[in-house]
């Protein structure tokens, strides 16, 4: 028996390195795939269906009562005049509410820490609107109750699907015939998509600033135009490419 298994190992240990020799060698590096990136920039304008104004009151008195008392009573008067136009309560809000001390400035030779003189209170109001024809008014209406500040109208969307739709569309079309037109004079053709990111969407509303107040004041009516709101996007794409043949189109 023992004679046996000696025979035996003796057989196999030759073996061995033989196998490790005939080991599989290891596959050769995949080349990098060649890759074009391109981006796109797309644009939608649509009219809105949204307005914000700002809107209130600036008072300044020698005591901070007597200033906050004063912006009290011209807030409360636009607030009421403009809830009489049928806008709701929860479309009316306070944006801005401040009261700040005044400093008289130390005459020439005098030291020390300057003087309060008075005090500064403030009263803003942001009216969100879904009837664009109500801009004017309100405005006209605050005036009227005794706003001597005015900090511009914002249009904007409520609902900004159907645009951002748009623009995204618009951006992908831009990108693929900027990468075509790449493609063409590279003398490559592109084979795949092998990646789409959205690089942000951004809507800019037409900006409406107040004009002096002295201005609007004197006007019978304020007049708003609403124009339109772009709405635009940014797309990555990368495309897989490949040289293009000897002979023949590269499409």
């Keep these: 028996m023992k004679t046996t298994a000696i025979l035996v190992l003796a057989v196999l240990l030759p073996a061995l390195p033989a196998r490790a020799q005939a080991a599989r060698p290891e ?21 809105p269906d949204e ?4 809107l209130g009151v600036t008072s300044q008195a020698q005591t901070a009562r007597a200033a906050q008392e004063q912006v009290n009573r011209t807030a409360n008067a636009i607030l009421d005049g403009i ?18 001390p005044l400093y008289s400035q130390n005459r020439p030779g005098e030291s020390g820490e300057p003087r309060i003189s ?7 109001v942001t009216v969100r609107l879904t009837k664009l024809d109500q801009v004017g008014p309100v405005i006209d209406t605050g005036l009227a109750a005794g706003a001597n500040r005015l900090e511009g109208v914002m249009f904007g969307l ?13 951006a992908v079309a831009a990108a693929r015939s900027k990468a075509q037109a ?9 084979v795949r998509i092998l990646e789409v990111a959205e690089a942000g969407v951004q809507i800019s509303p037409p900006p409406y600033k107040g004009r002096v107040m002295m201005q609007a004041a004197m006007a ?9 709101v772009g709405v635009s996007a940014n797309v990555m794409v990368r495309w897989e490419i490949e040289p293009c ?7």
């Design 27 to 47: 596959a050769p590096p995949v080349p990098p795939v060649p890759i074009l990136t391109v981006s796109g920039e797309g644009e939608s304008r649509v009219a």
């Design 51 to 54: 307005a914000t104004v700002r």
């Design 83 to 100: 809830r009489k136009l049928g806008v709701p309560a929860e479309q009316i809000q306070t944006s801005d509410l401040s009261l700040n």
């Design 118 to 124: 008075g005090y500064q209170a403030s009263n803003i």
């Design 158 to 170: 409520r609902n900004d699907q159907t645009a951002r739709a748009e623009a995204l569309t618009a």
């Design 182 to 190: 790449l493609a063409r004079a590279l003398k490559v053709r592109l």
């Design 220 to 228: 019978e009516t304020t007049p708003v135009s609403e124009g339109q």
């Design 245 to 251: 043949p000897a002979q023949g189109a590269c499409e």
